[in-house]
Structures are given as C-alpha cells and as structure tokens.
C-alpha cells in the first residue's frame, strides 16, 4: 500500500527536523530541536513524525560515534606531549588536536542533514543510511 505524498506543512516539519542538525555546534541541540518537531507532528502527519524520530535518532548516534573519536584523538595527543613543555600547553594541545576532529563530525553531520532536509523539501522519503534501517520499513 503507498502512502499519499506529504503535504506542504509535514514536508516544512520534516524539513525542519533534518536541518535542526545545524544547531550540533552546541553539542546535542540539534537532537532536542528535532524530537520537538517530533512531538508536535505525532499527531498530525506520521510521515513527518517518522522524519523527525529519525533525524533525532542520526544525530544522537552520530553525536556519540563523534564523542568516543573525539575522545580517542585527545587522549592520543596527551601521550604524545612532551611533559616538558607544561600543563597549561597540554590542554592547549589536546583542545587544538581535537577540535578539528570535531569540526569534521559537524560537517559531514550538517551536510547529510542538509540533503535529507532538502529530499523530504521535496515529499521524498529520506532515509539515512543504518539509521534508517533501525526505522523499520517506510510507511
């Protein structure tokens, strides 16, 4: 059975969802934003609902994937500072060795994001990779 296309304010909502993505800059605002969308469409377009559930569900694990690599590089750059240097470039080190590593995580997150916001734009059903199989089929 196919669904009917979207119509303009569910496919807005969905839009909505997907680009909250680029509030990650403060980490996991994007997540709240997007699960707001959810709540406020549960009842009225289960298509933009499922949108939404799912750009909180890519963000949440692609923020935590993130954390855990973001970690792994900044411990790696501790062991690898000469102690002789002190503490206070330590941490200046660490920051500087792993902010780009995070910066890296947000634009692949937001461009991903971007592009789903724009096919749902659209009335397409995006789907993102892994994370749209833990979905359950579309519909």
Not at 18 to 28: E, F, I, K, S
Not at 53 to 59: G, R, S, T, V
């Amino acid at each position: 059975m196919t669904m009917p296309p979207p119509d303009q304010p569910a496919r807005d909502a969905a839009a909505r969802a997907h680009r909250a993505a680029l509030l990650n800059v403060v980490p996991l605002l994007g997540v709240f934003a997007a699960v707001g969308v959810y709540r406020t469409q549960q009842a009225g377009s289960v298509w933009a609902a499922r949108q939404a559930l799912q750009a909180a569900l890519f963000q949440f694990l692609t923020f935590n994937a993130a954390l855990i690599v973001v970690t792994i590089v900044a411990v790696a750059a501790a062991f690898a500072w000469e102690p002789s240097r002190g503490g206070g470039a330590l941490a200046l080190a660490v920051v500087l060795t792993a902010l780009p590593v995070y910066a890296v995580y947000y634009v692949a997150q937001a461009g991903l994001a971007w592009r789903a916001a724009a096919a749902v734009g659209r009335g397409e059903d995006f789907r993102y990779p892994l994370v749209g199989r833990l979905m359950g089929p579309p519909g």
